[in-house]
């Protein structure tokens, strides 16, 4: 099998699994809290156990000033995953899922606050149109509280994703999987304190295996090995493989899907994403996840968009 051919299917299979990801918590039924913390805990024994046996933690990279970064990052990355999984309990997966991926807007206008950088009438143009896609997404009345309240809970999930993006990318010289080794163990004394260790069913403990080992540990594995075999191009065009498979799962499994004026919007929020993405990736902007021309140490977001 060729490089990029391996590489298109093994981010391919790790988007699938990510758009599996709203069952296993929903699935779980542990609140929110609770979902991210064992997310967290049996992640980080994933994520420990691969990086030892590649021996990944040998000239690991990471200086006091790296590993604080990291941890930043990995506070945004933590409470990003709360915020997604009440979308999840408020609306659906599916709506939740679509909003979520407004998260290329916001980390163009963190770069424009922060870093001064220019927002072209071109950028301008795809942020128009994916809030009017938002807006025909949303479908919110106002005396709609649960649909208001999981739209304001994606929309957090989704800033503070770009706000992890926006921290993590200058984490250089690392192995991503080191940095999101890191994340995951900052969140477990972070939401220590909200977790009820009875609160879990006995039914329940598989599910939260599963998005520890599954959706942190092998999904995270495959994603950074695809990183280092695809053209940037690619990799933003297969990401949308996520909320594609995650729609139809909220379907199939709980029969939701979103309406005939609903769906006009996705595919104006999915194309003008694309568009920024690929323009954000180019070599005159932010460092894009490793591919084929970058070095095995170069960092990337420890979540990047699989949730």
Not at 126 to 153: H, I, K, Q
Not at 154 to 172: D, G, N, P, S
Not at 185 to 197: D, S, T, W
Request: glycine content about 12%; aromatic content about 12%.
């Amino acid at each position: 099998m060729r490089n990029e051919t391996r590489g298109t299917v093994e981010l391919t299979l790790a988007m699938a699994l990510s758009g599996t990801l709203g069952v296993f918590v929903v699935e779980s039924g542990a609140s929110p809290f609770e979902v991210v913390f064992f997310r967290c805990l049996f992640g980080a024994l994933a994520l420990g156990a691969y990086s030892l046996v590649r021996g990944f933690f040998r000239g690991h990279g990471f200086t006091a000033k790296k590993l604080g970064t990291a941890a930043l990052g990995g506070v945004f990355i933590v409470f990003n995953w709360v915020f997604l999984f009440e979308a999840y309990a408020a609306t659906s997966i599916s709506f939740a899922t679509v909003v979520y991926h407004t998260q290329p807007f916001f980390l163009v206008v963190l770069g424009a606050v922060f870093l001064r950088e220019r927002i072209s009438a071109g950028k301008l143009g795809w942020l128009a149109l994916a809030f009017a896609g938002l807006v025909l997404v949303s479908g919110v009345r106002p005396g709609d509280t649960a649909s208001l309240a999981g739209l304001g809970f994606a929309l957090a999930a989704a800033v503070l994703y770009a706000l992890a993006t926006f921290v993590t990318k200058r984490v250089t010289g690392v192995r991503p999987h080191l940095i999101a080794l890191v994340q995951v163990l900052v969140g477990m004394p972070l939401l220590l304190p909200f977790v009820r260790f009875g609160g879990v069913s006995g039914g329940g403990w598989g599910w939260l295996v599963g998005l520890g080992f599954i959706h942190t540990g092998l999904m995270y594995v495959l994603m950074y090995a695809a990183y280092a075999k695809l053209p940037t191009a690619k990799i933003a065009v297969l990401a949308f493989t996520y909320p594609a498979v995650a729609m139809g799962v909220d379907w199939a499994v709980y029969g939701h899907h979103i309406g005939l004026v609903q769906a006009l919007g996705v595919p104006l929020i999915v194309l003008a994403s694309l568009k920024v993405t690929l323009a954000a990736r180019t070599p005159a902007a932010a460092p894009a996840p490793r591919t084929a021309a970058r070095g095995p140490e170069d960092a990337c977001p420890a979540a990047t968009r699989a949730g």
